[in-house]
């Protein structure tokens, strides 16, 4: 079973940064689009960002977008969330995905997800 392994959550105050770590197998890392998915208590979950399989294209909810950014590694077949500028309500379980395209994902068609990472913001 193909597995997406997230690491990197934590507790920051309001105005700094994170970085979220997703390491895939090879099989995902070269094929599939990949991005985040989070939900808070109480709210349902949510589309952040998606990269596809070449690292081309990236697409990112409005929320986010100019605060978020993607890397990749390639030798570690790992995508990067660099998260800045994170808000209170940015708080939430942020779960790892992959699926078969960038636009997929944005319509919440997701083929693996990850167990899920805390990040939490506030003072």
């Known amino acids: 079973q193909e597995q997406l392994i997230e690491s990197g959550g934590g507790w920051v105050q309001p105005g700094e940064s994170l970085r979220l770590s997703c390491a895939a197998s090879?099989?995902?890392?070269?094929?599939?689009?990949m991005g985040w998915f989070r939900q808070a208590p109480g709210k349902d979950r949510e589309f952040v960002a998606a990269i596809s399989w070449s690292g081309s294209s990236t697409n990112f909810a409005n929320s986010v977008k100019g605060r978020f950014a993607f890397d990749r590694d390639n030798t570690k077949n790992t995508v990067f969330l660099q998260m800045n500028s994170l808000e209170p309500e940015d708080s939430a379980v942020y779960f790892c995905?992959?699926?078969?395209?960038?636009?997929?994902?944005?319509?919440?068609?997701?083929?693996?997800w990850g167990q899920g990472i805390q990040v939490t913001v506030s003072s």
């Open positions: 995905v992959a699926g078969n395209t960038i636009w997929s994902l944005t319509r919440n068609d997701v083929d693996v």
């Open positions: 090879r099989r995902i890392y070269a094929t599939y689009a």
